[in-house]
């Protein structure tokens, strides 16, 4: 990545830096902690630089299981000492979430939806951002439902839109909505497309994503407790959504694509198709083929780390 000059105040000499997590928010300097108080962290009781100042690679996801499982298969891809059984979940003081660190790699679980992810990833921010982080890329691992994709297909986000197909989240501040861009990094998208290619039998696309506030009316299925719309009606949505560029439905990427844009993050979201939302609403598929369907996200930013740190060449 190219470094940004700077030119301090009161120093004769140009001094180049690299491009750090940005907060945009004034009034966290004018306090004296900073309580991270859905991780259990502090800066005022965690040497946070010390703990996190390393941090290349912040991976995310719904399932708490799924991400230890994640830091554990890491751990063994990047061939790092000691046992991945004994990683330590550093939000144990905690019941929201989970956090595992493995070398220069985060793993976090963000439970299920906008609010939740939401919170999460503000407290995230800022701990990126009082550690001193650098040059950090973070990925939404996830599941999702395919418009007009065979289920186990590995979509790549390039926009992440709302349930209008705009690229845009909402969000309500004192009684005003505030509208944000949602475009993710084009060149990280291109680089995991590429890692791709390189994996074996590993089907994957790089498309818009639709996030919706739930999982079953707002994604238009016919099979939630509720339900005011017809089975044409929904079938005429999902393809509007096709020809809008939608590749998936999920519940969680606006607002992830929203604030890492606002606060200088590079960000990506992939997501494995579970099936395909024009055959069906009900995931039907046997256990051990969803199991292997979830850990083609996993494998593919596994590759990218990898070929980031020069495991691959």
């Known amino acids: ?26 009034y966290l300097d004018t306090m004296e902690e900073d309580i991270l108080y859905h991780f259990s962290l502090s800066t005022k009781t965690h040497n946070l630089p010390e703990m996190f100042g390393d941090i290349k690679f912040v991976c995310v996801g719904g399932s708490a299981t799924r991400m230890k499982a994640f830091a554990q298969f890491i751990h063994q891809e990047l061939k790092l ?30 439970g299920m939806g906008v609010p939740s992810i939401s919170i999460m990833l503000h407290e995230l921010i800022k701990l990126l951002h009082h550690a001193q982080c650098h040059d950090v890329v973070l ?19 390039d926009k992440a839109v709302d349930y209008s197909f705009r690229p845009q989240f909402e969000q309500v501040v004192l009684g005003k ?4 861009n949602t475009e993710l990094d084009e060149g990280v998208a291109n680089e995991l497309l590429q890692c791709s290619s390189e ?10 994503t639709m996030c ?31 020809e809008a560029g939608v590749r998936n ?27 395909n939302r024009f055959d069906g609403d009900q995931i ?30």
Request: glycine residues 8%; aromatic residues 6%.
């Open 212 to 242: 919706a506030h739930d999982f079953y009316e707002g994604q238009g299925r016919l099979d939630g407790a509720l339900c005011s719309f017809s089975h044409e009606e929904k079938l005429e949505y999902l393809r509007e959504a096709h």
């Open 177 to 180: 909505v505030i509208t944000r």
């Open 139 to 157: 990925f939404r691992l996830g599941t999702s439902g395919g418009v007009g994709l065979a289920p186990g297909t590995v979509v790549i986000t």
């Open 249 to 275: 439905i999920e519940m969680e990427s606006t607002v992830l694509a929203a604030m890492c844009r606002v606060c200088g993050l590079k960000a990506a979201v992939i997501c494995v198709t579970l099936l």
């Open 1 to 26: 990545m190219a470094q940004i000059l700077l030119n301090r105040m009161g120093n004769d000499h140009n001094e180049y830096i690299k491009p750090s997590v940005q907060l945009k928010n004034p």
């Open 199 to 208: 994996l074996q039998n590993f089907p994957a696309v790089i498309g818009h």
């Open 81 to 110: 000492p000691g046992s991945p059984e004994e990683i330590r979940n550093i939000c144990e003081g905690t019941d929201r979430y989970c956090m595992y660190k493995v070398g220069p790699v985060l793993s976090i679980s963000h």
């Open 284 to 313: 039907t598929s046997p256990h051990d083929v969803l199991v292997e369907y979830q850990q083609r996200p996993q494998v593919l930013v596994s590759h990218f780390i990898k070929k980031r740190l020069g495991y691959i060449v």
